[in-house]
C-alpha cells in the first residue's frame, strides 16, 4: 500500500545537538510539507517542496533546514540554532494537481524531545 | 489576526447531542477548504471537504460562506468515537502548487 513513512517516532536529543527526521513516501507525489505542532497549537510549515531539488521556507523555517534530492525523501534537519525544538513534528505529501486536496496525505509523525 | 481561527473548546456533549464549529479565514484568495480530525497524539486525516453548497457525509454537514469567509461543521447524533480535535483548513493557492493553512483546532468530548 502507498503511504507515507516517518521515522523515529519518538526522539531524544541532547541540547546543542543537530538531529535528522526522515520522512519518506511512496505516492509517487511531487509536493512535501514539514509541519509542528505544540499542544494546544495549530499545525505550523517550516518547509515545503513542490519539486525535486526545490524548497521553500514555510512560517517557520529558523533553526531547521531540508534537501530534497529524490522525489520520495523529505529530510527535515533540527539544528542547534532551534530554540524551542521540543515537539510533534508531522510530515505530510500531495499531489498539486489534486485541486481539492485530497492527495495531502500525513505521515504519523515524530515526537522530539530535547533533554 | 491568525489566517484560520477556530474556538479552542473543549465542547463536553452528551451522546445523542448535535454540535456545530465554526471557523472564519483572513485570506480571500483562499480556494479550498476542509475539514481535518485529529486523534490524541495522532496525525490528521482528512474528514471532509466544504463547498459553498454545503455538503453532507452521513451524520457530519460541512458549510462555506465565502461573503463571510465564515466555515462551519455540523455533527448530529453524536458518538463517543466522534471524540477528537477537528481541525479546519484553507488551501492558499501558491506557485501551481497547493499549502494548508490549519487553524489551532476544537477539541470535542463526548460523555455518556
Known amino acids: 500500500d502507498g503511504g507515507i513513512t516517518q521515522s523515529p517516532k519518538y526522539l531524544f536529543r541532547k541540547e546543542g545537538q543537530n538531529v535528522t527526521l526522515s520522512c519518506e513516501q511512496n505516492l509517487n507525489h511531487d509536493a512535501m510539507y514539514w509541519y509542528r505542532q505544540d499542544p494546544g497549537q495549530g499545525l505550523r510549515l517550516i518547509y515545503y517542496s513542490q519539486i525535486v531539488n526545490d524548497f521553500q521556507k514555510g512560517d517557520i523555517a529558523e533553526g531547521y533546514s531540508v534537501s530534497r534530492e529524490k522525489k520520495e525523501s523529505f529530510p527535515l534537519t533540527v539544528t542547534s540554532a532551534q530554540k524551542n525544538p521540543t515537539a510533534f513534528y508531522l510530515c505530510?505529501?500531495?499531489?498539486?494537481?489534486?485541486?481539492?486536496?485530497?492527495?495531502?496525505?500525513f505521515g504519523s509523525g515524530t515526537r522530539l524531545t530535547v533533554v | 489576526r491568525k489566517e484560520v481561527e477556530q474556538d479552542p473548546g473543549p465542547f463536553n456533549v452528551p451522546e445523542g447531542a448535535t454540535v456545530a464549529f465554526n471557523c472564519t479565514y483572513s485570506?480571500?484568495?483562499?480556494?479550498?477548504f476542509f475539514w481535518y480530525r485529529q486523534d490524541c497524539r495522532k496525525e490528521p486525516k482528512l474528514l471532509m471537504s466544504?463547498?459553498?453548497s454545503g455538503n453532507e457525509d452521513g451524520r457530519f454537514t460541512a458549510q462555506l460562506n465565502r461573503a463571510s469567509q465564515y466555515i462551519s461543521l455540523l455533527i448530529r447524533d453524536s458518538k463517543l468515537s466522534d471524540s477528537a480535535t477537528y481541525l479546519c483548513?484553507?488551501?492558499?493557492?501558491?506557485?501551481?502548487?497547493?499549502?494548508?493553512?490549519f487553524g489551532t483546532g476544537t477539541q470535542l468530548k463526548v460523555e455518556l
Open positions: 505530510a505529501s500531495s499531489n498539486p494537481r489534486a485541486v481539492n486536496g485530497y492527495g495531502y496525505t
Open positions: 483548513v484553507v488551501n492558499n493557492p501558491t506557485g501551481g502548487g497547493n499549502k494548508l493553512t
Open positions: 485570506n480571500s484568495a483562499s480556494q479550498s
Open positions: 466544504v463547498y459553498s
